[in-house]
C-alpha cells in the first residue's frame, strides 16, 4: 500500500484494492486517508543499511518512556533545509527561476530592462554575468519581482506560478520533484510526534505556497528569509504591503539558529540540511542536552540527481569529524523523485 | 469537577472523589489529566449573558461543519494578547517590576547607578522620573537587565524570579493572578482545535517562562518583542548572546500583524485585546474573508481588580462602531482570579 504526502501530492496514489473498495464508503477512507503514514512501511524508499537503521534507532529510544534517551513530545523539534535537502536545487534553486520567469513577465511593462542591468543580463540569459551578480545587483532583481505589491496579492503570483512551472532538468513541476525518501522521514517522524519545521534560506512565502501538501507542513512551521512589510489601511481595510528591505537576519548560516530561537523557542533535536549555510543549524542542534539526530544529505547520484559538493565542504568535514549521520543519495534513496 | 489549566497552574486542584479514586490508577489519571477541560462546564467563570453567549454561539458555528461558517482546524488561529488581557496589567506590568527587580538586583556590581539616570531614579522609586522616562533611558533599563548574557542563562533569571515574586496589589504571585475565565477560554477553544497564541507587547522570552503552566501554550506560540541575538561559539559550543539592540518590530499597533504574518503566515480568526496597542491585531482579524470573533475586556471593576481607560479609548471607540464584542469584568468575570 503506497499512500504517503508524497504520492498524494504528486496525484499519483495506488491503492490496495480493499482500499478502493472503502473509498466508496466515504467516511472509512475519511478515517484511512487521516491515519495514512501509520499504514505505509516505514522509510520504504530508504535502502536498507546503516543511514536507515540509524534513523529507525533514534527515533525508537526517544519516542520509548523507559528508555534514558527518551523525550517528551512536546521537545521533539525536527528543522530541516529545504533546497538540496527537501527536493533538488539543481540546475537552478526554484525560486531564482521563479524570480527569472518573473523578470521576463514583467519586461513589457519596462522596456528600459533591456539596457540595464541586472535585467538585461536575465533577459539575455546571461550565465556568466548572473554567476558573478553582486549583492546590489541580487537586492535590485529582488525588489522587481518579490516586493510593491501586498502579502495577498504576493501569495497569488506564487501559487499561479506553482502551478505550471516546471524544473527544466527533469520536466517535472516542481512540487514534483521532492525526494521521496524525504517526504516519507517527514511522514514517519510526524506521526511519532515530531513537530517538523522546514528552515530554509528561501523566503518564507514561497515555501509556505507548495508545503501543506508536498511536505504536510502548515505555513507557522515555515522558517525563511523574507522582506519587511508595512501595514496600511487600503480602502479601510488593512493591508500588509512587501517592502524592498531584507528583514534581517538573513535565514542562512547564524541566522538559522537565532531565527529558531527567535520563533521556535527551543533547541531542535533533529537537523536535517546539505551544505555549508546549514553549519551553524547542526550545530546548534547537536548543543541540544537530549539525544539529537544531525543528518546530512550527500549530493553523490550523478545519474539520477547531481552530483556535487561545492558549497558543502566545510558542513561534510564537520559531519565527519563529529560522526554524524550522511546520507548518500546513490546508495541510501531507493528512490530520488518516487518513479525512477 | 473543577478542573483547568488555570486551576492546575494555581495549584489549588479540587478533585470530585471519584477522580482522587482514579488518581491511584496512574493511568487512567493520565488519560483523564489530558482530556482535562473536555470534563470542566465551558466557560464556567463566565456569566450567563450576551458576551459569555456570543462566543459559545461563533465557536459553535465555526466547528460546525454544516455550517456555512464552518472553519478548517488548520485555519482556526486565535491570538491573545497579554498584559491587561490574559493577567492584571496594574499597578504595573510583571516586566517592568521585573526590570526594577534586577536593578535592585544589580546594583551593588554597579556603585555608579546611585548617581546615574535612569538607575537612580529606579533605585529610590522615584516615580515621576519613571512615568515620563524617555525612550533613551528606557532602553539603558532594558540593556542593564536583559541583555549581555546568553539566552539559556537569561531563561534561568527569569525562571527565578517568577518563582518568587509577588504582585504588590494581590499579594499573589505573578503566575497566579491571569483572569480565570481567561484561562477557561484557552482552554476551550484549545479543546475545539483553536492554535492559541500570545501576541504581546512584552518580551518573548518572559512570556515563555510561564505560558505553558499558565495558558496551556507553547513556546513556539508566543509572539512578542525582542532584543537581537548573536551565534557565537564558547568553548566549542554554539551560544545565543543577547544584545542591546531591539528586534523590529516592535510587537506593538502595527508590529502585531505583521509579526503574525511573518511568522504564523495566516489571518487569524479570533483576536482578543484591551488596549490601543491591540487595535490593528484587531483589525487584521476582521479583515479575515472566514468569520471571525474579536473580544475586547474592558477593566471596569473597581473592586475586584482596577477600573481604568486610560490607553483604551480608541479601540473602545472602534469596538462600539464595529459591533466587536467587549467583555465586562464587572459583569461577565464571575470570578477574577478566581478565589474571589
Known amino acids: 500500500l503506497n499512500y504517503s504526502i508524497a504520492a498524494k501530492e504528486r496525484g499519483t496514489i495506488t491503492m490496495h484494492p480493499i ?14 486517508a487521516s491515519a495514512g503514514p501509520a499504514f505505509a512501511a516505514d522509510l520504504e524508499s530508504w535502502s536498507e543499511g546503516p543511514t536507515r537503521q540509524a534513523i529507525l534507532d533514534y ?13 517528551q513530545k512536546e521537545a521533539r523539534v525536527a528543522v530541516f533545509d529545504n533546497d538540496g535537502t527537501l527536493w533538488s536545487e539543481k540546475p537552478l534553486p526554484a525560486q531564482l527561476q521563479f524570480t527569472i520567469d ?12 533591456s539596457k540595464q542591468q541586472p535585467f538585461k543580463a536575465v533577459l539575455k540569459g546571461d550565465q556568466r554575468y548572473l554567476s558573478q551578480i553582486t549583492e546590489q545587483d541580487a537586492l535590485k532583481l529582488l525588489s522587481a519581482t518579490h516586493t510593491g505589491m501586498t502579502q495577498a496579492e504576493f501569495q497569488k503570483i506564487i501559487e499561479d506560478w506553482f502551478r505550471q512551472a516546471k524544473d527544466s532538468r527533469t520536466g517535472r513541476l516542481y512540487t514534483h520533484r521532492t525526494y521521496q525518501p524525504m517526504t516519507e522521514l517527514l511522514s514517519y517522524l510526524q506521526s511519532k510526534g515530531f513537530k ?13 505556497g507548495f508545503s501543506q501538501r508536498a511536505y ?9 528569509s523574507s522582506v519587511r512589510m508595512k501595514y496600511k489601511e487600503r480602502e479601510g481595510k488593512p493591508t500588509l504591503i512587501r517592502e524592498a528591505k531584507i528583514a534581517p537576519p538573513i535565514n542562512l548560516n547564524e541566522g538559522k539558529p537565532l531565527n529558531i530561537e527567535h520563533e521556535i523557542g527551543r533547541i531542535p533535536v533533529i537537523a536535517v540540511g546539505n551544505s555549508d549555510v546549514d553549519l551553524q543549524m547542526l ?22 540527481e547531481v552530483a556535487y559538493t561545492e558549497g558543502t565542504e566545510k558542513v561534510l568535514a564537520e559531519a565527519k569529524k563529529q560522526h554524524w549521520t550522511i546520507a548518500s543519495m546513490k546508495n541510501d534513496f531507493k528512490t530520488i523523485y518516487g518513479t525512477d
Not at 196 to 208: A, D, H, I, K, S
Request: glycine share 8%; charged share 20%; hydrophobic share 40%.
Open 59 to 71: 527515533v525508537k529510544k526517544v519516542t520509548d518512556s523507559n528508555d534514558p534517551a527518551f523525550i
Open 283 to 304: 550545530e546548534y542542534s547537536a548543543s541540544n542536552l537530549q539525544s539529537s539526530l544531525k543528518l546530512l544529505i550527500s549530493h553523490d547520484d550523478a545519474v539520477r
Open 102 to 113: 518573473r523578470v521576463h513577465q514583467l519586461a513589457s511593462q519596462h522596456p528600459e530592462w
Open 216 to 224: 504536510g507542513i502548515p505555513p507557522e512551521q515555515i522558517i525563511g
Open 196 to 208: 517538523t519545521y522546514v528552515v530554509t534560506g528561501g523566503g518564507r512565502e514561497f515555501v509556505r
Open 19 to 32: 482500499t478502493s473498495t472503502l473509498r466508496l464508503i466515504g467516511i472509512a477512507f475519511g478515517l484511512l
